[in-house]
């Protein structure tokens, strides 16, 4: 699976946006990228995910590049409640046996 | 939230006892997955399993078993507990491979 790199923290302040960078340079044509989150002391949770076009959803929306080396996810205002480790992660569609591949992710704080 | 229970959820062994981990769905996915989280490792994959009585290993699957006789039961066993094994074990599902994946509470185990 292709490797995805990301910063190992970032600070946001409450109830602004947020955007986590995501590098992916040897993704191919078929890797869906995927978000994950995990709070502290909790499973991770399905964020977000895309292939080639923008994608919002309730709880976020992704950003991807044109030649698709790189996405962000973008958090619109940041709460309390967001404060977790995000994962970027490629997953590759057509009948893999569909594990997730966990990098270190971001650990993202937010301050009141 | 998806309907996944994990049992125990912290439990506390012996080197050289058995210990078996249970993972309960109520959302009738065909797939269950068994990761390990320790510090600086992220998440890794145990084992899997693609339906009922079919599993597969995943990248650390030494020292573990699974059987899943039931769709909605996955067990992983530790025939023989070893410190190393002192994780937090998460179990997941999703209803094809590559789809999304959701995840239990997570069980703290400690061998000492």
């Known amino acids: 699976d292709a490797k995805t790199t990301q910063p190992n923290s970032m600070e946001s302040n409450e109830e602004e946006p947020v955007h986590l960078p995501c590098n992916h340079s040897?993704?191919?044509?078929?890797?869906?990228i995927h978000w994950y989150r995990q709070l502290p002391s909790q499973g991770p949770e399905y964020v977000i995910h895309?292939?080639?076009s923008n994608v919002n959803n309730r709880m976020a929306s992704l950003a991807i590049a044109e030649d698709r080396k790189s996405s962000t996810l973008i958090l619109h205002r940041a709460t309390l409640r967001d404060a977790a480790v995000y994962y970027c992660?490629?997953?590759?569609?057509?009948?893999?046996?569909?594990?997730?591949?966990f990098g270190k992710g971001t650990k993202l704080s937010v301050k009141p | 939230d998806a309907g996944i229970t994990q049992s125990p959820r912290h439990k506390v062994t012996e080197t050289g006892t058995p210990v078996t981990l249970r993972c309960h769905q109520t959302?009738?996915?065909?797939?269950m997955y068994w990761y390990r989280q320790d510090p600086g490792h992220g998440l890794r994959l145990i084992h899997y399993?693609?339906?009922?009585?079919?599993?597969d290993k995943g990248e650390v699957s030494d020292g573990y078993s699974v059987s899943r006789s039931k769709t909605e039961d996955f067990l992983l066993t530790l025939e023989s507990a070893t410190s190393s094994q002192t994780s937090v074990y998460f179990c997941?599902?999703?209803?094809?491979?590559?789809?999304?994946?959701?995840f239990g509470p997570g069980t703290r185990l400690t061998v000492l």
């Open positions: 399993s693609y339906g009922v009585k079919d599993t």
């Open positions: 997941a599902i999703s209803e094809i491979g590559p789809d999304t994946q959701y």
């Open positions: 992660i490629l997953r590759r569609g057509g009948g893999s046996q569909g594990n997730l591949i």
């Open positions: 895309g292939l080639t």
């Open positions: 959302e009738n996915h065909r797939y």
């Open positions: 040897t993704i191919s044509g078929t890797d869906y």
